[in-house]
């Protein structure tokens, strides 16, 4: 059975870094892009980058580039999401999902992704 954990998440004051965990079980990542999603409050869940096999990144949110990236390490069958110079608007449930290929676009609200995990709450705050 395919199962996805997220792991990582916390209280961080703006400015700050988190760095999350995607850890797969039950498959290999060899042959699984993952994205990583987030949801605020009240919000839809958007999109916010996927890492490829090669660990090429695609970001699906102007407001993270610069600040967040993706490694993977397949031998511990693991991704990594790692966030800094964190914002107040960074705060809500961080995921991650597999597929096969990450798309170009994702759109809110999309069901592109078929195999998710449970989520870890960031929140940043003074």
């Known amino acids: 059975q395919l199962q996805l954990v997220e792991s990582g998440g916390g209280l961080v004051q703006p400015g700050g870094s988190l760095r999350l965990s995607c850890a797969a079980s039950g498959f290999t990542l060899d042959y699984y892009v993952i994205g990583w999603f987030r949801q605020a409050p009240g919000k839809e869940r958007e999109g916010v980058l996927c890492i490829s096999l090669s660990g090429r990144t695609t970001m699906y949110t102007d407001s993270a580039k610069g600040r967040f990236t993706a490694s993977r390490d397949n031998a511990k069958n693991t991704v990594y999401l790692q966030m800094n110079s964190l914002k107040l608007e960074d705060t809500g449930v961080y995921y991650c999902?597999?597929?096969?290929?990450?798309?170009?676009?994702?759109?809110?609200?999309?069901?592109?992704?078929?195999?998710w995990g449970q989520g870890t709450q960031v929140t940043v705050s003074l």
């Open positions: 999902a597999a597929e096969v290929v990450c798309p170009e676009h994702y759109e809110l609200g999309s069901t592109y992704f078929g195999s």
